[in-house]
Structures are given as structure tokens and as C-alpha cells.
């Protein structure tokens, strides 16, 4: 039988974070506990970049200031970003109680192969809206076997899934963008048995599609036990780590608000096929600069060829305990009560 995932032989008892891959464990693990958080991740570019989205469901928000003041505080919620040439033009970041959904987030499963991650974020006040649906097709990435163990986990669910991108956003009253395109879209999951901040420090992830396969990467040096993967998935789901892996990290900036990173990250390892590679992120232009986060339209090349825009992103995760920055969170925050709680 073929093998279609394969993984670096390490006990993964001794691994903070522990990857995973397939639909199978793409499910909510209902982790409760103080800090405990969990989250499904969507993102898609058009292919020529026009038109960005990123989408992300909460069961616990590690960024969410009610979240930050209480650890048990185990809020659901979502995040929506919509870029257009690189500019975010539209953003909602709200949470509400896990008993009592508004039902403005979800990603489900429609029918057998086919998923889809829905946001509504209207603000009738104003006459504001956002709303974005992406109808992920395919059965995602080859499932690994092994069961959910670590502290903290991440899911390769469907690294590289065909995908229809709906937009629909609204000012006044009167829509102002109506686009829908087909396209490659990324889908991870994230979960953790205790809060990021007590294990990370900071945090480097970025993917590209390219026109054969996927590149993906996250590293987390300076963590309790640090972690770095980068790997590639094909067309019928292979995962493939690369070995003996190496990253460097170039061209260091302070951003405005404070956030000391690196705009270029250099990875080194043995490809799939045993030939070694460079693989170059360029985060050049940042879409989203937050006190504790930039997340950027990346530029990429393998081996000095160019392959595409991606999208990447930065985080200091132990910013998130600095309480200076929760009233920053706090702007843009909307808490979403039914409207029979008082």
C-alpha cells in the first residue's frame, strides 16, 4: 500500500507541539481547560493577488481581551480580514458564549468532500458589513494516524484545497464589493491544552501555493521546547516533511508599534525528492500590523525561481501578557449576546 504521509521519527511525547494532518482531526477536541484554546484557519488569494481572505472560527481566543483578562473565560468568536492589493479593507473581531451561538461564524461539512467556512459580520448600527464564504472542495490532506497527545497542537486539515471565494461588502446600506473567484485555498487547526504564552515566544508561519504543490512552514524558536516543520503537499494530499531543515532569519525591523521581527525567512533543508533547497519568504509589505502580530502578502522562491505570492505572518506570543496592549484589542472588539441576555 502507498505511503501517504510520512514524518520525522521523533517521540512525540516529548514535542510541545505536535502536527497533525486530514479532516479526521479536524474536529473540536473540547479542550476546557485554563488557556485552553482552539481555532480553524482559512485562507485564500485570488491568483493574481487581487483579492485576499482570511477567516478564523474560536473555541477560546487567545487574542480576545476578555480571553487575556480571564484564562477561563473560554469564549467562542471569529476573526475577518478582506485585502484588496494588499491593503485590508475590511476587518471584524468579535467572540460570543459557546451556549448560546449567534451563528455569524461556522465551518462545516457540507457533504462528503466539500467544506465551508461562513462569516457575517454585520454592524446594523452603522450599516456596516462583511460577509465571506469559502466552499472548500477535495478530501484535504492524507490523514496521520496518531491521536492528539501534546500540549499544543496543529492540524494540516487542507493545506492545498480548490476552493470558490465569495466577498460581499457593504457601507451605507449599498454594496460596495461583489466578487467571487476560484482559487487554492489553505486550511490549518489550532488547539492547545494551556495558553500560548505560557510555551511560545514567538512565532513564524507562512504557505505558498505553487503550481504542483504547497510549501508550508512554522517555526517557534525561543518556545519551552521549540519547533520548526516545513513541508510540501501535492495535489492528491502527500504530505512530505523535509529533513534535515535549517532556518535563518534576515533583514530584523521594529515595527511602529514596538514589535522587533524579520522581514525575510531563509529555510534550508532536503526536499522530497533528497535534493537540498532553499525556499525564501519575503514579507515585505505588511497587510496587518497589530502590537503583537504582522501578517503579510509574501513573495516566495525556491532555489532563487520565483513561485507566487503566499500569505505569512509574525507573532509575539508573549506580548500577549503585557497588559499595555489589551486596551489596543479592545478597539476593534465586538462581544455577541442573543437578544434575550440581558
Not at 481555532?39 to 485576499?52: K, M, R, T
Not at 465571506?132 to 484535504?140: A, I, P, Q, R
Not at 521549540?226 to 530584523?252: A, Q
Amino acid at each position: 500500500m502507498e505511503c501517504l504521509f510520512a514524518f520525522s521519527p521523533l517521540r512525540l511525547l516529548d514535542l510541545c507541539m505536535q502536527l497533525l494532518t486530514g479532516y479526521p482531526h479536524d474536529s473540536c477536541h473540547h479542550l476546557n481547560g485554563p488557556g485552553a484554546y482552539e481555532w480553524w484557519y482559512v485562507d485564500a488569494l485570488s491568483a493574481d493577488a487581487e483579492w485576499g481572505v482570511v477567516m478564523i472560527v474560536f473555541r477560546g481566543m487567545p487574542m480576545s481581551p476578555n480571553y487575556l483578562d480571564d484564562p477561563n473565560d473560554l469564549t467562542g468568536g471569529y476573526s475577518l480580514s478582506v485585502y484588496h492589493r494588499g491593503v485590508r479593507v475590511a476587518f471584524a473581531f468579535a467572540g460570543e458564549p459557546l451556549d448560546d451561538p449567534s451563528g455569524k461564524a461556522e465551518f462545516t461539512k457540507l457533504d462528503e468532500g466539500r467544506h465551508v467556512c461562513r462569516i457575517d459580520a454585520t454592524m446594523p448600527g452603522i450599516k456596516r458589513s462583511a460577509r465571506v464564504e469559502v466552499v472548500l472542495s477535495g478530501e484535504g490532506a492524507a490523514p496521520s494516524k496518531e491521536e492528539f497527545t501534546a500540549d499544543h497542537g496543529w492540524v494540516l486539515a487542507a493545506p492545498r484545497s480548490p476552493c470558490t471565494v465569495h466577498i460581499e461588502l457593504a457601507e451605507g446600506g449599498r454594496t460596495t464589493v461583489d466578487e467571487t473567484f476560484e482559487t487554492l485555498a489553505y486550511h490549518d487547526h489550532n488547539m492547545g491544552r494551556r495558553a500560548m504564552s505560557d510555551d511560545f515566544r514567538e512565532w513564524f508561519w507562512g504557505r505558498v501555493h505553487a503550481s504542483d504543490r504547497t510549501y508550508v512552514y512554522l517555526a517557534t524558536p525561543n518556545a519551552t521546547t521549540p519547533f520548526s516543520w516545513v513541508g510540501e503537499v501535492d495535489d492528491r494530499g502527500l504530505v512530505t516533511p523535509w529533513t534535515d531543515v535549517d532556518f535563518t532569519y534576515e533583514y530584523p525591523w521594529l515595527s511602529f508599534m514596538g514589535l522587533s521581527l524579520h522581514r525575510r525567512v531563509m529555510i534550508h533543508g532536503l526536499g522530497a525528492d533528497g535534493v537540498r533547497r532553499l525556499l525564501i519568504c519575503d514579507n515585505v509589505r505588511a497587510c496587518e500590523n497589530g502590537p503583537f502580530y504582522q501578517r503579510y502578502i509574501s513573495r516566495w522562491t525556491l532555489n532563487g525561481v520565483d513561485i507566487g505570492s503566499g500569505t505569512s505572518e509574525f507573532m509575539h506570543v508573549r506580548r500577549l501578557r503585557a497588559r499595555w496592549i489589551r486596551p489596543f484589542l479592545r478597539l476593534p472588539w465586538i462581544f455577541h449576546r442573543s437578544s434575550s441576555t440581558p
